[in-house]
């Protein structure tokens, strides 16, 4: 005897990949403003008008950008860029 399963439809509440997050940030002491991780993620990273400093556009990141956060993080020259608790 085989049982058949009806495909389970998301209902509200439910988890999904876009509300799991990853922390990014920028070390201002690092950061000297090569503009690189927002060429690479510039939904990611965004530049001070004034410095041209990095910063996160969100110290969350969705789960969706990271493997962009992670490809900005390996460009930053100055190593400034943590991605998940992980310096880059
Ligand atoms: S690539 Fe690194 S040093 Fe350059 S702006 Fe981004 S965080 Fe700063």
Redesign the pocket.
């Known amino acids: 005897m085989s049982t058949t399963r009806a495909a389970r439809r998301p209902r509200a509440g439910d988890r999904t990949g876009e509300e799991e997050a990853v922390k990014v940030r ?2 201002q002491g ?11 993620a510039p939904g990611v ?1 965004e ?1 001070d008008d004034v410095d ?3 910063s996160a556009v969100e110290e969350d990141v969705p789960a969706t950008r990271e493997a962009a956060a992670r490809r ?2 390996r ?7 943590s991605v998940g608790g992980e310096a880059s």
Do not use: K, N, Y
């Open positions: 920028v070390d690092r950061c000297q403003g090569h503009t690189l991780c927002a060429m690479v990273f530049l041209g400093h990095a900005a993080a460009s930053c020259p100055e190593r400034a860029i």
